[in-house]
């Protein structure tokens, strides 16, 4: 059966900036090394004046002509290896804020597109990618969704803040009906869209990358996104699943006080429309016990090197044996699937 | 066998601010209404911000709730079966100053109205100290004061003055804690204007609970027990459901940077965590351990974590093992507030 990684990368580079157009070419992120008073050196994007991290998380288990997607044979032939049929592939320039300019994230948004769109021409089947949307402005992030759609695009890609809202405001809605409508989910991944929040904690990963993700899960079922809008799914990408269940606890202390509502136990398993990307570290049996059988996926963060990332864990998935192997092909590949339209 | 209650509340009235200076009182905090007289609209005003005044369980005597009566408190606890009540304040759960002068005078007239409170019944109520954190060469006398006057630990939020817990900042803080042997104790709480506004209609799990656990995580992870070997660490009104994903994301940082996290996180960094009743207790404590655990009623209060029978609960469920139980309602709380 076809393993489906629910959580690979990409790596920009400057090729991802050449399908910037017009006067928008004025916006191309520039590359810059800075010998740090450490003595080792950091590399940056300069974007609209700011310096922008997002060059150093790099996954040296990776080729480099593979993790840039200079070479997509590559990049195919290292998926053989580890036995994955399809990677849906999400930036990693974006999971950080990037520029609070509409017209710069516009810009730059489009270019990423482009590129991920020629990546994905080039391997339809097995290259789907995440939607970088110019969420400061709502119908750019619309007429982009729709382009994004039929280039390949499986999902929206979002963090646990976007703008300077939190991800169950109705400012998102037109996002989540155009989504539906599409058939495209929303792929809430490991990172922080708002520089605010990011710079009061500092950067400091597990707050800003993790519990931000975690947070804006919680608020969008707390405040009955998913009641809203009964076509969209929505999947927890790059956090772990181990939170399942403390989410869960939570729901339910909530639930019962709020007009309409009852607890739900099986608010993850029970739901067709609830997803989170797992680890090998996750302590699988008791997190099934909350998230069900067909919720989980699982993906290798190709192309990183941080605290979520392993090459082999679809692989280690099945070396486990932890799990019955009915349920490891569940997240292998039917939930992925799922999730993200394949199917 | 005694029975403590990790976190119960008080009510804070306009007494609570008798205690200001004369030169304070233009700090001092008003209640106000909606003119029309909706009852749903009460606050406090306190430094130019509103504080909603809504999170009260209005089941309970007001005397008791506010304490201004403690022997209607007492003769509840006697029969809630609780013989020690750790109290925590309820309007310092929000960032309540913007300015240090405010910052300091709010404290300064909390923390004399609540040793004056319980002066009189240190054998049935304890409390947690709030520190001036905006005036940190203010907070080691505050602290003493606490000490002095029954604190048996101090008040902190998930995020103080706009920082993360593990700074350097705070370690003036850590360094007079230690010494008065007095645990820091982050309730469900958020110190941080900006972060609390931005989550605003949000109703705790961003703003309050996962603030906490982060803090836990920051601590632990930025080396704050080895820097502070004699402090302890209480996490106190998120329940004990998280602890196992932060413990999953300590120890990959951990090998990440080639160290091993220990077995026995929480007690070998002198960490006592709240556990709730709904909390899979049995599956918590492969990774909490026996010592670590202690729990609260969320006395006074009407929210998420409120359950004025969990301790009676606990002990009447039987899930986990009587030693372990009686390790939870004594021997933890015991250890981490020193009683």
């Known amino acids: ?343 | 066998m005694p029975i403590i209650d990790a976190d119960a509340h008080v009510i804070e009235n306009d007494s609570t601010w008798d205690y200001m200076l004369e030169s304070e009182r233009q700090f001092r905090p008003r209640i106000v209404g909606a003119t029309n007289g909706d009852p749903a609209v009460d606050y406090w005003f306190i430094d130019g911000r509103l504080m909603p005044r809504s999170n009260v369980e209005k089941k309970l005597p007001e005397a008791a709730r506010n304490m201004s009566d403690l022997s209607i408190r007492i003769k509840h606890m006697d029969e809630l079966s609780i013989d020690i009540q750790v109290i925590y304040p309820t309007i310092f759960i929000f960032p309540t100053a913007r300015r240090p002068e405010a910052d300091l005078a709010l404290c300064r007239s909390y923390n004399r109205w609540m040793a004056d409170i319980v002066r009189q019944t240190l054998d049935r109520f304890r409390w947690v100290v709030v520190p001036p954190l905006l005036n940190m060469d203010r907070v080691a006398e505050e602290l003493k004061f606490g000490k002095e006057h029954g604190a048996c630990g101090v008040y902190l939020r998930g995020l103080e003055a706009n920082r993360r817990l593990s700074v350097s900042y705070f370690f003036p803080l850590y360094d007079a804690a230690s010494k008065l042997d007095l645990p820091i104790c982050v309730h469900s709480a958020n110190g941080s204007i900006e972060s609390h506004d931005f989550f605003l209609d949000e109703p705790g799990f961003c703003k309050f609970k996962l603030a906490v656990v982060g803090a836990f995580h920051s601590l632990v992870n930025d080396g704050i027990p080895e820097r502070f070997p004699q402090l302890r660490i209480g996490i106190i009104e998120v329940s004990a459901q998280w602890i196992p994903y932060a413990i999953h994301d300590l120890a990959r940082r951990h090998t990440r940077r080639g160290k091993q996290l220990s077995k026995n996180v929480l007690k070998d960094k002198r960490v006592w965590v709240t556990c709730q009743t709904d909390d899979d207790l049995d599956y918590i404590l492969g990774y909490a351990g026996e010592d670590s655990l202690v729990i609260g009623t969320d006395y006074g209060h009407s929210d998420n974590a409120s359950e004025i029978e969990a301790l009676r609960k606990l002990r009447n469920d039987s899930k986990i093992p009587a030693q372990v139980i009686d390790k939870i309602l004594d021997d933890n709380p015991r250890a981490l507030y020193a009683l």
Request: net charge negative; glycine share 8%; charged share 25%.
């Open chain 1, 1 to 343: 059966m076809l393993s489906i990684d629910a959580d690979a990368h990409v790596i920009e580079t400057e090729k991802t900036w050449d399908y910037l157009e017009g006067t928008d070419r004025r916006y191309r992120p520039v590359p810059i090394t800075v010998d740090m008073p450490s003595g080792k050196t950091q590399n940056f994007w300069i974007i609209g004046g700011r310096l922008i991290g997002g060059r150093d998380n790099i996954g040296q288990d990776t080729s480099k002509e593979s993790r840039e997607m200079a070479n997509i044979d590559s990049r195919l032939r290292h998926m053989d290896e580890i036995g994955t049929g399809v990677q849906v592939l999400y930036p990693t320039l974006f999971l950080r804020p990037v520029t609070d300019s509409p017209r710069i994230e516009l810009a730059l948004c489009r270019s990423y597109n482009r590129w991920m769109a020629d990546i994905w021409s080039k391997a339809k089947d097995r290259l789907r990618w995440a939607v970088q949307l110019p969420l400061l402005t709502m119908e750019k992030a619309l007429d982009e969704l729709r382009w994004s759609h039929g280039n390949g695009a499986c999902a929206v890609f979002m963090r646990g803040i976007e703008t300077n809202h939190t991800l169950h405001d109705p400012y998102f809605f037109p996002l989540y009906e155009e989504a539906s409508r599409l058939n495209m989910p929303i792929g809430i991944h490991s990172g922080i869209g708002n520089f605010t929040v990011n710079e009061m904690l500092n950067g400091e990963p597990f707050r800003v990358a993790k519990l931000m993700v975690i947070g804006g899960f919680h608020s969008m079922i707390l405040n009955g996104i998913p009641e809203r809008f009964p076509k969209l799914r929505i999947g927890a990408i790059e956090v772990a699943a181990q939170w399942v269940p403390y989410l869960v606890h939570d729901l339910n202390l909530r639930f019962p006080k709020l007009e309409g509502k009852q607890a739900r136990p099986d608010v993850l398993s029970g739901s067709k429309q609830l997803f989170a990307a797992c680890q090998t570290d996750d302590d699988l049996p008791y997190v099934l016990k909350y998230a069900g059988e067909d919720s989980l996926m699982i993906g290798s963060d190709y192309g990183h090197a941080d605290n979520a990332s392993e090459l082999l864990a679809l692989a280690r998935l099945k070396e486990n044996g932890e799990i019955d192997p009915k349920v490891i092909d569940k997240i292998l590949f039917t939930n992925p699937a799922r999730f993200y339209g394949l199917d």
